[in-house]
């Protein structure tokens, strides 16, 4: 089935577009890495703060609550730029082994940040068990970064 | 008289990293994914300054925080990116993306000495709640510009690669 | 100027460089879009004048002769050396002189360079440069049979 779709995806006028551009993937890409500074930055930012590893927030829940829509915002613009790059030649990435990898370790990230955030209730956070959870999402997104870097070089 | 770039990249030492089958990736790697400790550190401070996030803590005490991992990324970045220079160093001497950089690197750097100078002692002073000086909050639009500016010449230098 | 005045100009100055340092007119290079034309594969048959063992990207220059006895100069882009060992191609497999064949995407330019996806090198062996899928010459063959 994902087969199918990512078929119909090359077959579009979207990516017959992207692929025979100059000038589209490169500033589709560039967009990429701005968004991924910015996510990065606020994921330390707010899972060191929140951990009160490196940081003293007066309140750690209000200060990953405040960095937390910065942090959407920046993710939303990496998977949509990550999916106008995809159209650049979508069975490349199909069947591209670092692609599938970051594609899964995406979903474990995803899903490690919502068990953070359901740990997160005001005043009430449990030291050790937070750290660990932090710790492990923060993991799994760099090991996301990485796959992706992966893309490129294989 | 003598071509520095062109004497840097013929050493030994520049030649195996630009020959190497994993080193340079990986240091290409380090300087990219140190963006996210540097320049996300550096985003971080100048949208509390503009009074996006963490507004419930003074935007001073934010900056003075952060700034300590935002000097760890630049080390980092410094390091892998001398690295990556030595091993390209002739074919960056007319790259116009890294002439570009350099020169936006420089603004960076100034902009980063104003607000310093200028803005952080105007900033001590005052509670969370408190709207930032025009003078901070145009040095932290700035600063965001500039470095989202840094990134775009980076990725761009594979672009203007001779061959 | 007032200290208050100068840095609405710094801000002013440094977005106007940076956008004019960004709007370079030639982002015809690398990415392969932008460079190559995907619709037009291309095979070179010649032998090595200089090689560029390098990252990110490899060149190989090839002298083509054709059957008028003409020669010419090709530049062939290749991956970097991490890229090409995985793939089982070292660089001592290769020397000046040597005869490669060449399948991949001529560039957009016009100008006598390819993006090189399949080489077949002086022992025999076929290297596929690209990625299952990726619709290149090579694709879908056993990889170095």
């Known amino acids: ?154 | 008289m003598i071509d520095l770039w062109q004497a840097i990249y013929d050493t030994p030492f520049a030649t195996t990293i630009r020959e190497s089958e994993v080193v340079f990736p990986v240091i290409e790697s380090v300087h990219v994914l140190s963006l996210a400790l540097m320049a996300g550190t550096i985003a971080v401070v100048d949208l509390r300054v503009l009074g996006v996030v963490l507004r419930h803590t003074p935007a001073v005490r934010v900056e003075r925080q952060i700034t300590p991992l935002t000097w760890l990324g630049f080390a980092v970045m410094a390091a892998s990116g001398a690295l990556l220079f030595i091993a390209e160093a002739a074919d960056l001497k007319h790259n116009p993306a890294f002439l570009t950089k350099v020169a936006l690197l420089i603004l960076a750097g100034v902009n980063m000495a104003i607000f310093q100078w200028h803005s952080r002692p105007r900033l001590a002073g005052l509670g969370a709640a408190s709207r930032a000086p025009l003078a901070a909050r145009l040095g932290a639009a700035a600063s965001l510009a500039l470095w989202a500016c840094v990134i775009v010449a980076g990725r761009a230098i594979a672009y203007f690669h001779p061959h | 100027m007032s200290s208050r005045s100068r840095l609405p100009v710094l801000a002013a100055l440094a977005l106007g460089f940076a956008l004019a340092a960004t709007a370079q007119p030639s982002w015809a290079h690398h990415s392969f879009a932008a460079e190559f034309d995907g619709d037009k594969p291309i095979r070179i048959t010649g032998h090595i004048t200089k090689v560029q063992w390098t990252n990110p990207h490899s060149y190989f220059y090839l002298d083509v002769i054709d059957t008028k006895g003409h020669i010419s100069s090709w530049a062939c882009e290749g991956g970097g050396p991490g890229s090409l060992s995985r793939r089982g191609w070292k660089k001592q497999d290769i020397k000046i002189g040597d005869v490669l064949v060449v399948d991949g995407f001529l560039a957009k330019d016009g100008s006598r360079t390819i993006d090189a996806r399949r080489v077949k090198l002086p022992d025999g062996r076929s290297i596929y440069g690209g990625t299952p899928g990726d619709g290149g010459p090579g694709d879908g063959e056993a990889v170095n049979k």
């Open chain 1, 1 to 154: 089935m994902l087969h199918t779709l990512f078929q119909a995806y090359a077959a579009s006028p979207l990516s017959h577009a992207i692929r025979g551009s100059s000038w589209a993937f490169a500033i589709i890409e560039m967009a990429h890495l701005m968004m991924l500074a910015l996510f990065g930055g606020v994921l330390l930012i707010g899972g060191l703060g929140l951990t009160g590893t490196a940081f003293q927030f007066p309140d750690r829940t209000g200060a990953w609550l405040s960095l937390r829509r910065t942090g959407l915002w920046a993710l939303a613009g990496l998977v949509l730029s990550g999916l106008l790059m995809i159209g650049s030649n979508p069975m490349k990435y199909y069947f591209h082994t670092a692609f599938r990898a970051k594609m899964v370790l995406l979903a474990f990230a995803v899903i490690a940040s919502a068990i953070v955030e359901r740990g997160i209730r005001p005043g009430a956070v449990r030291p050790i068990l937070t750290n660990f959870a932090v710790a492990t999402a923060l993991l799994l997104w760099f090991a996301v970064a990485v796959a992706g870097r992966m893309i490129g070089f294989f």
